[in-house]
């Protein structure tokens, strides 16, 4: 029997979102992939999937797990991903995503969707992480997601025009179009509202070439920023 005919229909959403995120908790699968559930219905779902090695769950704070794709999952997608705790890093890059994409009910493109979309930004040595569909303004553009890991604002604010200038720079003329006619935006998470406001000053003092800059604070995330940089 192929693997993927145990699953549910629930069930197979659930390994798609995962898929997607590299990681997902019950609040945020809740939210993202089937609302009209009960939060209940949703974690006991969840744990099925990782009784029945779909999904791997590791503890995440004091009260919740974060989930991660499983052995079974890893084999049907042909995968190879680590099924062990995210290291620090990782976790924060995965969770910062996730919980920004749960607030504005935005999806991250897969590899797989980006590099069919978007080919001349696909290349060998290109990231094509944390990549999605931004539809916060009502009319669609390409949006990157940027996390803040605890770095001082001028470091962050050197990233982005660093990014966005590469990008520019390459030899893509559908991708220099996208990018002068305002079809791309970089949507910087962080995690205090200091840190934002800090951070759209140093944005407004020295602003990427065509193209915008979206920071949003994220309180969620405040465990991991033992610094505090400003």
């Known amino acids: 029997m192929n693997p993927g005919q145990e699953l549910t229909e629930l069930g197979h959403s659930l390994v798609d979102h995962v898929h997607r995120f590299w990681l997902t908790t019950a609040d945020a699968a809740h939210?993202?992939?089937?609302?009209?559930?009960?939060?209940?219905?949703?974690?006991?779902?969840?744990?099925?999937?990782?009784?029945g090695d779909w999904l791997v769950r590791h503890p995440f704070g004091d009260r919740q797990s974060y989930?991660?794709?499983?052995?079974?999952?890893?084999?049907?997608?042909?995968?190879?991903?680590?099924?062990?705790?995210?290291?620090?890093?990782?976790?924060?890059e995965r969770y910062a995503v996730l919980v920004a994409c749960t607030r504005h009910d935005l999806r991250v493109f897969t590899e797989d969707e980006f590099c069919g979309a978007f080919p001349d930004l696909a290349e060998p040595g290109r990231s094509v992480k944390n990549y999605f569909c931004d539809t916060t303004t009502g009319a669609e553009r390409?949006?990157?997601?940027?996390?803040?890991?605890?770095?001082?604002?001028?470091?962050?604010?050197?990233?982005?025009?660093?990014?966005?200038?590469?990008?520019?720079?390459?030899?893509?003329p559908a991708i220099r179009?996208?990018?002068?006619?305002?079809?791309?935006?970089?949507?910087?998470?962080?995690?205090?509202?200091?840190?934002?406001?800090?951070?759209?000053?140093?944005?407004?003092?020295?602003?990427?070439?065509?193209a915008a800059v979206v920071v949003?604070?994220?309180?969620?995330?405040?465990?991991?920023?033992?610094?505090?940089r400003r």
């Open 31 to 51: 939210r993202l992939v089937c609302p009209d559930s009960t939060p209940e219905a949703v974690r006991k779902a969840l744990a099925r999937l990782a009784d």
């Open 67 to 92: 989930f991660v794709l499983g052995g079974k999952a890893l084999q049907l997608l042909d995968l190879r991903r680590p099924i062990k705790p995210l290291g620090y890093q990782s976790l924060l």
């Open 142 to 172: 390409l949006g990157q997601f940027l996390v803040d890991h605890d770095k001082l604002s001028s470091r962050l604010v050197l990233k982005v025009r660093s990014r966005v200038a590469k990008i520019f720079a390459a030899d893509r």
């Open 177 to 210: 179009q996208l990018i002068l006619d305002g079809q791309f935006v970089v949507h910087v998470i962080t995690a205090a509202e200091h840190k934002r406001e800090n951070l759209l000053a140093a944005f407004a003092r020295k602003p990427p070439r065509h």
């Open 216 to 228: 949003e604070a994220y309180p969620e995330l405040s465990d991991f920023f033992l610094l505090n």
